[in-house]
């Protein structure tokens, strides 16, 4: 199990690791500090350090917890990084599918992706909607890089959409939230973190009071973020949307749906599960 401290979320699952910078918001990736610590470390997970890998056995994880949580899909990469092949990320969808007593966050910096595969995802045989406990979001650090990938968020097929606005760099100015169903801000932490001005986050607070999107403040950042705490003008912002998901089926039934795994076949952007089960069915 992946114990995380990250404040809106309970658990990580990494079946892929490593990633590639692509906007001003990756300068100071917290993932890539953590992993290149590993470089050459004789069996750790991160021995290859930040380099792109798939971790095929990650995938049946959550088919495994009882506990219902809350899961950030790939918290050390991206689900939607050019080099992650569809049917890879059909087998995540269909391990989503068949574990859905769990919420999983699926964030992305590569929203064009993200829209163009979900779409070819979530008509899958047997899905009539976008599965209620999957939740799709896009980072929006500055104006130029993040505001457009929600654009490409409110074209993607999902239950919920958030925006991870984290490590805010710059005031975003007004902001369209029709379709959005919530926003986290958080200032970016560590050795070189930039400073988040008070007045950003208000905006942002306000709008999305005004707009009636919740809304969850995750840190001041800094050098010392645990000193910095996490309160906004005196309180602290913990809002976050509806949770849908199914009851945990039993341990029996848990193992049933992992068998369904096997084989798998992907068929002209169809992902078919053992007896001709599909994703999401």
């Known amino acids: 199990m992946s114990a995380t401290t990250i404040e809106w979320t309970d658990e990580t699952w990494n079946p892929v690791r490593g990633c590639t910078p692509v906007t001003p918001g990756c300068d100071h ?126 074209d993607t097929p999902a239950a919920v959409r958030f925006l991870s606005i984290e490590p805010l760099l710059e005031d975003l100015g007004q902001l369209d939230l029709q379709g959005i169903d919530w926003v986290i801000v958080g200032g970016e932490s560590g050795p070189g973190a930039r400073r988040m001005d008070p007045a950003w986050v208000r905006s942002i607070r306000d709008q999305c009071a005004d707009q009636g999107v919740p809304f969850f403040f995750k840190q001041w950042g800094g050098v010392r973020k645990k000193k910095a705490g996490r309160e906004l003008d005196g309180r602290v912002h913990d809002d976050q949307p509806q949770v849908h998901r199914a009851k945990y089926p039993g341990r029996r039934e848990a193992k049933r749906r992992r068998g369904l795994l096997r084989p798998y076949e992907l068929v002209r952007g169809q992902l078919t599960l053992g007896r001709g089960a599909a994703c999401g069915s």
């Open 29 to 154: 990736c917290y993932a890539k500090t953590f992993a290149e610590r590993f470089i050459g470390v004789e069996g750790h997970p991160y021995q290859q350090g930040f380099d792109l890998r798939l971790v095929s056995k990650k995938l049946v994880e959550p088919l495994t917890w009882a506990k219902p949580r809350m899961v950030f899909v790939n918290s050390m990469s991206d689900l939607f990084h050019g080099k992650v092949p569809m049917d890879f990320i059909a087998r995540f969808w269909a391990v989503m599918g068949l574990a859905d007593w769990h919420v999983y966050q699926v964030l992305t910096k590569r929203a064009p992706r993200m829209r163009r595969l979900v779409q070819r995802l979530v008509p899958l045989r047997g899905m009539v909607a976008p599965p209620q406990h999957v939740w799709l979001g896009v980072s929006v650090e500055d104006r130029k890089h993040g505001l457009p990938r929600i654009d490409d968020l409110r």
